[in-house]
T-cell receptor, first 114, second 109 residues
Framework: IAGITQAPTSQILAAGRRMTLRCTQDMRHNAMYWYRQDLGLGLRLIHYSNTAGTTGKGEVPDGYSVSRANTDDFPLTLASAVPSQTSVYFC?????????????FGPGTRLTVL | GQNIDQPTEMTATEGAIVQINCTYQTSGFNGLFWYQQHAGEAPTFLSYNVLDGLEEKGRFSSFLSRSKGYSYLLLKELQMKDSASYLCAVKDSNYQLIWGAGTKLIIKP
């Protein structure tokens, strides 16, 4: 099935725990992104990867890390979760970063940190 | 700083026309996107403008004025399924998308 998958769909996590959100795309897109979406705010970029093997920091990278070992997978890790990381997390991909290349979004992961 | 402004909420009647405005101030401009997001779902692409003018796609049209830092999304013949949030996003000089907070559109019968 073409598109982007994310796992888990939702998760409740105790503060201080480590958590990895998974993202996989099968469209052979070069660029991938992690956003968080909070009520009343626009989507905020956490980390991105323009191509496999490279990553970059977005607007709100603190407390998060990513890796891009191959084209398809782009996991997001919270090393030690805090309540302010409660949010909906979307993974997205695009063929490239330039021009009119639209971003395709995964279904999201709803994370609650207690 | 970079800023995208759009109304928080709008209400319209089924069958009518609604215009959702977006103003932006960004470091560089490499295109403006509109996305639709139904409650509890992922954003989906609607339109892209990089040159001034109107782009029409079925019931939806999007307009851009780069000199004014302004865009609007026009939805015609509104249907109940158009009830959703509409997100405006600008691709900046680093080719990253800067997102507005979204406009929640409520359609009434």
């Amino acid at each position: 099935i073409a598109g982007i998958t994310q796992a888990p769909t939702s998760q409740i996590l105790a503060a201080g725990r480590r958590m990895t959100l998974r993202c996989t795309q099968d469209m052979r897109h070069n660029a991938m992104y992690w956003y968080r979406q909070d009520l009343g705010l626009g989507l905020r970029l956490i980390h991105y990867s323009n191509t496999a093997g490279t990553t970059g920091k977005g607007e709100v990278p603190d407390g998060y890390s990513v890796s891009r070992a191959n084209t398809d997978d782009f996991p997001l890790t919270l090393a030690s979760a805090v309540p302010s990381q409660t949010s909906v997390y979307f993974c997205a991909s695009s063929d490239s970063t330039s021009g009119d290349n639209e971003q395709f979004f995964g279904p999201g992961t709803r994370l609650t940190v207690l | 700083g970079q800023n995208i402004d759009q109304p928080t909420e709008m209400t319209a009647t089924e069958g009518a026309i609604v215009q959702i405005n977006c103003t932006y101030q960004t470091s560089g401009f490499n295109g403006l996107f509109w996305y639709q997001q139904h409650a509890g779902e992922a954003p989906t692409f609607l339109s892209y403008n990089v040159l001034d003018g109107l782009e029409e796609k079925g019931r939806f049209s999007s307009f851009l004025s780069r000199s004014k830092g302004y865009s609007y999304l026009l939805l015609k013949e509104l249907q109940m399924k158009d009830s959703a949030s509409y997100l405006c996003a600008v691709k900046d000089s680093n080719y990253q998308l800067i997102w507005g907070a979204g406009t929640k559109l409520i359609i009434k019968p």
